[in-house]
Structures are given as C-alpha cells and as structure tokens.
C-alpha cells in the first residue's frame, strides 16, 4: 500500500484535534461528514503503510495514523453520547408563599432553523412579545436551539422574562458543531428538579429522541411534575414505542402533565399510550398534545391553539409566521377532590 500523504495525514490529524476541542464550528453537514469519512481511511492507510524511504519512521507514522483514527472516533462518542440523568436548573423565582390554585401551560416547537438559521433573531423576538403577551406560568419548548452567534433559547428566554430554566440537549453540539437543540422548561414556579430520559429505541442512531422531566413546586410541601418530550417524525410505529418506553418509565406521579411534538396525531397509538393511562388530549386534532390525567387535582378550564398567525396577530400586532407548528395554550385550575 502507498506511503500516505505527511501533509495530508497532518492536516487530518490536526482538524481531528481542532474539532475534539471545539474550535471547529457551524461547518456544513456534508462537509463534516466527509471530513470525518476522510480521517479513518487516511489514519488505518497510515497505520499500515509500507514505508518506502528506509529514512522514514513507521513508528511515527503509525503514531500519527492512530491519533488520527482516535481522534475522530472521540468526537463522534462525544458528539452522539447522550445519557439519561440529571440537568442543571438556572433558578431566579421565589418559593410560593401558599398553594397555587391556577396556572397557564404553553406548549411550542420553536423550530430550531439549522442550517440556515433563516430570521432567527426576528422570529426569537416575536416569540418574546408573544409569550410576555401570555403571560405563562409554564413554557414547554422542543426544538430549543443554541447557536453560535446566536445564543441559547430556553436561556435568554428565562432572562429575558425572569424565569426557572431546564434545558436538555437532544441532538447537536454547540461546543463541537455550533448548533445543538433539545427540550426546555421555563417556570415561574420554582424548578425543583429536572431530568432527561433518554427514548428508545433510537433511530437511526446519531438521532436522540428524549423526555425531559421536571417537578415544580406549586406551594408548600406541594409540587406538580411537567414531561416535556419530542418523539420521532420517522413513522408512527416508532413514535408509539418510544411512547411506550417513555410511559413505562415514569412514576405515577410523573404522569400528570404530558406535553410537547409527539409527531403523532390524536387518536393514534403513540398518543393512545397515554390515554390508555388516564390522560385527556387537551387540544386534539394536531401532532403537538398536551395531555392532562383526569384524576389529577388539576382541571382544564381553557385551551386552544395559539402562536399561529392569527394569534400572534392578537398578541403582538403582527401576522407572521414564527414556526411550522401551532403552539398550544391551556389554563388549568386546582380542584379539590373528596
């Protein structure tokens, strides 16, 4: 086999080393996936190379073709390894004095917009004036992106308008790739706690499907549990098993607040799965839900559709389109149950 190019195996080497630190960002899909397709062919021809000049090292060569192999293999375990397991919470609102005897849930897909990233400062500001208009007590958002130029979504959302954040990365990598996107949770109740679970199967692999599950406190001693989740567009037969593995995997008491882009419309199984456990569809007819449990001590009084341009029409003078999904709006009021 050919000696392999030193100033070819050089570059690869040292784009592999740039990327695992991550000063290589926002290159074009398809030219990372060739770069990355490129280095362990470059690095095994490398690794066993004749060496044509007696003056030439095979150690070094070797070396060099190892780390080159090596090198991408760790970005893409770090680029794809997502695990279940804790999030961190950014928490600025107080403790509530007494129990909380209402509250508004808005459910969006915000899309992400990668690679383009086509108007996204213009659609993250009508998406402020929006939601200030609303006025939630609770914001679930899937496709929540942070971008290099860009900022992070769920992020300055809650500075922004002065609230608890959770935020789980699904697929991406702001640190390795620029982008990443995932699921987010914004409160003006306190965030007690927050988790990403991580669906299966997961298909194809280097596309993370997840729940984020987060407990907020809703007085003292009192706290209510939010899944946040966004299942796969890849067919309803996956989207109802990831269902499926979400609900198997979650307490009773975690099944009282189910919403985000289940990619499955009403009546489906994937949407079955829930209401197989007591949960009601608050707006059917699309592919985003918000399922509240029937036995919950929580009742729907409103809900509809929102975020539209009809809607952001009402809210913020302008008709205009920030999304390719609807958002969902549902007011729910505690109940007392004998």
Do not use: C
């Not at 190379?49 to 060569?61: E, T």
């Not at 971008?147 to 002065?162: E, F, S, Y």
């Not at 975690?254 to 007591?278: K, W």
Request: proline share 5%.
């Amino acid at each position: 086999m050919a000696e392999v190019s030193r100033s070819a195996l050089i570059g690869l080497l040292l784009a592999a080393a740039l990327w695992n630190v991550g000063l290589v960002a926002m290159l074009p899909a398809a030219v990372m996936a060739s770069l990355l397709g490129l280095t362990p062919v470059v690095g095994l021809r490398a690794l066993v190379a004749k060496r044509r000049s007696p003056a030439a090292s095979p150690l070094l060569g070797r070396l060099a073709g190892a780390l080159t192999v090596g090198s991408a293999a760790v970005y893409l375990a770090s680029f794809f390894a997502i695990g279940d397991g804790g999030v961190p919470v950014t928490r600025r609102v107080a403790e509530p004095a007494a129990e909380v005897a209402q509250l508004r849930l808005v459910d969006f897909n915000v899309l992400h917009g990668y690679p383009r990233f086509a108007g996204q400062e213009e659609r993250y500001g009508k998406l402020l004036a929006a939601l200030a208009a609303l006025e939630p007590t609770v914001i679930v958002l899937q496709e929540a992106w942070s971008v290099v130029g860009h900022g992070a979504l769920a992020q300055r959302l809650g500075a922004d308008l002065g609230l608890d954040v959770a935020y789980a990365r699904a697929n991406g990598s702001r640190r390795l790739l620029g982008f990443e996107e995932g699921s987010a949770v914004l409160s003006r109740l306190p965030i007690v706690s927050a988790r990403r679970l991580v669906l299966a199967p997961r298909r194809p692999f280097w596309e993370a499907r997840i729940a984020l599950v987060v407990e907020l406190a809703t007085g003292p001693g009192t706290t209510l549990a939010v899944v946040a989740t966004h299942l796969s567009n890849r067919g309803g037969e996956l989207a109802f098993r990831q269902a499926r593995d979400l609900a198997a995997r979650l307490a009773a008491g975690e099944l009282t607040i189910v919403a985000g882009d289940l990619n499955a419309p009403s009546g489906s199984p994937a949407v079955g799965v829930f209401e197989a456990l007591g949960l009601v569809d608050a707006v059917p007819g699309g592919i985003d839900h918000v399922l509240v449990h029937g036995e919950a001590p929580w009742r729907v009084e409103r809900s509809g559709w929102t975020l539209r341009p009809q809607e952001l029409a009402a809210l913020i003078g302008e008709e205009i389109e920030i999304s390719d999904h609807p958002g969902i709006v549902v007011d729910l009021r505690r109940v007392l149950r004998l």
